[in-house]
């Protein structure tokens, strides 16, 4: 389409609405007793002026309607139920589906349209179940191999216990309505849940990792770990039920732990079955048997009973920078 075309198109448009608009004002003027007696006494006027106004208007009616049309069509509600392999779609639920007729993507390839490119679903009038719990709202992203369902009440989902709300999923490519191969991404457990052999005060978010293990993450909320009270706790799993395989969190308040004064802040990591305690220019330590600080590029390993085991320089326990710090992986020590 040249420049042209669209400087007349648009022109048409502006018109037309521009039309629309007047035709809107006399109608409601009508309404009006004093402006009504005034337009019946010149009806042939106004009602060539309405009629000319409703045909120059006609332009922006049909878009606007066939605009309608397209996204009922997009986002129709069904009047019976649908089944989508192991995912079943009640009547009286929205679905929005983003292709209604075949077409290829670009190597050829048919993609699936109507019901097989389901992208939403409202359970607003009939709850939907998925992995065994009523959900009110799911969004599936077929091609990135994610979903989302946002449930109605706690749910065990793979051995997890999460809360109401946001639920997330992975599944393998063409797996979208093979719910069985559907795998927890993440979601929130409650306050009080135990995990890693301790219970979390607050909520707890927990989510699956590349290595098919789990992290669980708390919030600002202080969690009671090894006599410690820490914050933004994060540790990793191998199970929902297992023991943790390496944790970091930072001091909720200063700490006396063994012979070794900490600033509230100091990141905690455990640390091949022990402690390994980061200090930080503003977050210092000090060895109350000396009273001489812990110089800031050295970290402190001490036992679980606090006793000092060492004092090394940071790279000899594989942190190079402080932008390592807070990550949820167990150290590697180099050799």
Same mark, same amino acid.
């Given at each position: 389409?040249?420049?042209?075309?669209?400087?007349?198109?648009s022109?048409?448009?502006?018109?037309?609405?521009?039309?629309?608009?007047?035709?809107?004002?006399?109608?409601?003027?009508?309404?009006?007793? +004093?402006?009504?007696?005034? %337009? /019946? *006494?010149?009806?042939?006027?106004? !009602?060539?002026l309405?009629?000319?106004l409703a &045909?120059?208007?006609?332009?922006?009616?049909?878009?606007?309607?066939?605009?309608?049309?397209?996204?009922?069509?997009?986002?129709?509600?069904?009047?019976?139920?649908?089944?989508?392999?192991?995912?079943?779609?009640?009547?009286?639920?929205?679905?929005?589906?983003?292709?209604?007729?075949?077409?290829?993507?670009?190597?050829?390839?048919?993609?699936?349209?109507?019901?097989?490119?389901?992208?939403?679903?409202?359970?607003?009038?009939?709850?939907?179940?998925?992995?065994?719990?009523?959900?009110?709202?799911?969004?599936?992203?077929?091609?990135?191999g994610?979903?989302?369902?946002?449930?109605?009440?706690?749910?065990?989902?793979?051995?997890?216990?999460?809360?109401?709300?946001?639920?997330?999923?992975r599944?393998?490519?063409?797996?979208?309505?093979?719910?069985s191969?559907? +795998?927890?991404?993440?979601? %929130? /457990? *409650?306050?009080?849940?135990?995990? !890693?052999?301790?219970?979390?005060?607050g909520? &707890?978010?927990?989510?699956?990792?590349?290595?098919?293990e789990?992290?669980?993450?708390?919030?600002?909320?202080?969690?009671?770990?090894?006599?410690?009270?820490?914050?933004?706790?994060?540790?990793?799993?191998?199970?929902?039920?297992?023991?943790?395989?390496?944790?970091?969190?930072?001091?909720?308040?200063?700490s006396?732990?063994?012979?070794?004064?900490?600033?509230?802040?100091?990141?905690?990591?455990?640390?091949?079955?022990?402690?390994?305690?980061?200090p930080?220019?503003?977050?210092?330590?000090?060895?109350?048997?000396?009273?001489?600080?812990?110089?800031?590029?050295?970290?402190?390993?001490?036992?679980?009973?606090?006793?000092?085991?060492?004092?090394?320089p940071?790279?000899e326990?594989?942190?190079?920078?402080?932008?390592?710090?807070?990550?949820?992986?167990?150290?590697?020590?180099?050799?």
């Amino acid at each position: 389409m040249n420049m042209q075309a669209m400087l007349i198109g648009s022109l048409i448009f502006m018109v037309s609405l521009v039309s629309l608009g007047l035709l809107i004002l006399c109608l409601l003027a009508f309404l009006i007793p +004093r402006f009504r007696r005034y %337009m /019946l *006494a010149r009806r042939r006027r106004f !009602g060539v002026l309405a009629v000319g106004l409703a &045909v120059v208007s006609a332009p922006v009616v049909t878009i606007v309607g066939e605009a309608w049309l397209d996204e009922r069509a997009h986002h129709p509600r069904l009047d019976h139920e649908e089944v989508l392999g192991e995912l079943v779609l009640p009547a009286g639920t929205q679905v929005y589906l983003p292709y209604l007729k075949p077409f290829n993507d670009l190597s050829g390839d048919p993609m699936p349209y109507g019901m097989q490119s389901l992208k939403h679903a409202e359970f607003d009038r009939a709850p939907g179940h998925i992995m065994g719990t009523r959900v009110r709202r799911l969004a599936l992203w077929q091609g990135h191999g994610n979903a989302t369902v946002e449930t109605m009440a706690p749910a065990d989902v793979q051995g997890w216990r999460c809360e109401p709300g946001k639920v997330e999923f992975r599944f393998p490519f063409g797996a979208h309505f093979t719910l069985s191969k559907w +795998r927890l991404e993440s979601c %929130m /457990l *409650a306050p009080g849940s135990a995990v !890693g052999g301790i219970v979390w005060p607050g909520p &707890v978010k927990v989510f699956s990792t590349k290595d098919d293990e789990w992290d669980a993450a708390s919030d600002d909320t202080p969690v009671r770990l090894l006599g410690l009270e820490l914050r933004q706790l994060s540790m990793r799993l191998k199970s929902p039920h297992g023991e943790a395989v390496s944790w970091s969190g930072l001091l909720d308040h200063a700490s006396d732990f063994g012979p070794i004064h900490y600033a509230a802040g100091i990141e905690v990591r455990s640390y091949q079955g022990n402690l390994l305690f980061i200090p930080r220019p503003d977050m210092p330590a000090i060895d109350s048997r000396t009273k001489t600080p812990i110089q800031h590029d050295h970290s402190v390993v001490q036992s679980v009973a606090g006793e000092v085991l060492g004092v090394r320089p940071n790279h000899e326990v594989g942190i190079r920078d402080a932008d390592e710090l807070l990550v949820p992986d167990e150290l590697v020590v180099p050799d």
